[in-house]
Structures are given as structure tokens and as C-alpha cells.
């Protein structure tokens, strides 16, 4: 079955406390991307990836890294957690990072930060 | 910088009834609109799109209608189900690199048998 996969679903953490969450996608997709959703502001992206070695910032970077060392695998890093990072978060991918490619997303990461 | 505005929610509805949800944008140049759906628990799903201006994009019963000269995008359905009952987000991306969707805020919508 085609998906994104995120892992964890769940997570609580204390304040400065490095973590990470993963996604996978099985679908060879080139395109990856991550997305945190606030309520009232919708989802608005963290990261994207255009292909394997090549990241770039979206629009809410600061505090989070990543990295595409293989196709399939997306991780979002969070070096030093703070409370203001406590969302809901998505990873999502396609074929191509152009609007002709629909966006695959997975089911969600919900951290707590306190 | 590119902005979306839906209603807010939460839209509660009798099964059958008739569902609209507004959306408007503000984008440079001509962007592409989506409306996306997300399940109670699960990610997001694209539900239809539209890339030009007076297209309509449908699928499951749902329309939209990329309005240019209003800059909106209205999602529409005739008859809704209680399995309708979902989060609607409404986007627009302007081809920018990144394939950056810009989201609006979501509306709830309640479908009660």
C-alpha cells in the first residue's frame, strides 16, 4: 500500500530535550516535505526536499533541522524543544515539487512540549 | 505575501442538507487552488483542484470554482453525508519553488444524521 509514514504518533517531551521524527515513504517519490498545524492557521511548512541531498527552508525553519540522506527517509530533528514547538505535525511528499503532483500526507505527529 | 481565508467553523449540518464553505485568497499572478480534507486522526487527502481561472474542480460530489475576478474558491456539496464530517482546508500554491501549498485556518464540519 502506497503512504506516508510517520512515526511517532504521540509524543511528550521536556524543554531542551533533542528528538526526532521520522517518515518514510514508499512510493519513490522525489519530493518530501514537513508541515506543522496550528489551530486557526492551517498548516504552513517547515521544510521541503526537492530531491536526496537538497533541503530547503519554508516558511516556520527556526528551531528545526532535517535531512535526505536516502530517497525514502525524511527525518524532522528538533534540536532543543521549546513549548512554542508543541503542534500537530505532517509529513507529506510527490512525485515532483511542482503543483501538477498532488501532496501525499501522513497521519500526524502530535508533540507536547512542556 | 500569499494569504488564504475560509470560514470558520464548526459548520453543523442535518444529513442531506446543503454544505458551502467560502474561500478567499490574495496570491500573486495566478496561483493553482485546492481543497483538501482531513479525516478524523488521519493526514490530509487532496479532494479536487482547479489551475485556472473558471475551473471546476469536482470529485465525491464536491465543487469548486476558481473565480478570479471574486479570488475565491468556494467548496460546495448538494447533499451531505454523515461520512462528510471532516476538517476542509482550502490552498492555493503560486508554482513558487518548494511546491509550497499556503493553507487557510480549516473549517470543521459536522454532519448530524
Known amino acids: 500500500e502506497a503512504q506516508v509514514t510517520q512515526n511517532p504518533r504521540y509524543l511528550i517531551t521536556v524543554t531542551g530535550k533533542k528528538l526526532t521524527v521520522t517518515c518514510s515513504q514508499n512510493?519513490?517519490?522525489?519530493?518530501m516535505s514537513w508541515y506543522r498545524q496550528d489551530p486557526g492557521l492551517g498548516l504552513r511548512q517547515i521544510y521541503y526536499?526537492?530531491?536526496?541531498?537538497?533541503?530547503d527552508k519554508g516558511d516556520v525553519p527556526e528551531g528545526y533541522k532535517v535531512s535526505r540522506k536516502e530517497k525514502r527517509n525524511f527525518p524532522l530533528i528538533l534540536e532543543s524543544p521549546s513549548p512554542n514547538q508543541t503542534s500537530l505535525y505532517f509529513c507529506?511528499?510527490?512525485?515532483?515539487?511542482?503543483?501538477?503532483?498532488?501532496?501525499?500526507f501522513g497521519n500526524g505527529t502530535r508533540l507536547t512540549v512542556t | 505575501g500569499n494569504s488564504v481565508t475560509q470560514m470558520e467553523g464548526p459548520v453543523t449540518l442535518s444529513e442531506e442538507a446543503f454544505l458551502t464553505i467560502n474561500c478567499t485568497y490574495t496570491?500573486?499572478?495566478?496561483?493553482?487552488l485546492f481543497w483538501y480534507v482531513q479525516y478524523p486522526g488521519e493526514g490530509l487527502q487532496l479532494l479536487l483542484k482547479?489551475?485556472?481561472?473558471?475551473d471546476k474542480g469536482s470529485n465525491k460530489g464536491f465543487e469548486a470554482t476558481y473565480r478570479k475576478e471574486t479570488t475565491s474558491f468556494h467548496l460546495e456539496k448538494g447533499s451531505v453525508q454523515v461520512s462528510d464530517s471532516a476538517v476542509y482546508f482550502c490552498?492555493?500554491?503560486?508554482?513558487?519553488?518548494?511546491?509550497?501549498?499556503?493553507f487557510g485556518g480549516g473549517t470543521r464540519v459536522l454532519v448530524k444524521p
Open positions: 507529506a511528499s510527490s512525485w515532483e515539487g511542482t503543483d501538477n503532483s498532488p501532496l501525499h
Open positions: 512510493m519513490n517519490h522525489e519530493y
Open positions: 526536499s526537492m530531491n536526496v541531498e537538497v533541503t
Open positions: 496570491a500573486t499572478g495566478y496561483p493553482s
Open positions: 482547479a489551475t485556472k481561472a473558471d
Open positions: 490552498a492555493l500554491s503560486d508554482g513558487a519553488a518548494g511546491n509550497k501549498l499556503t
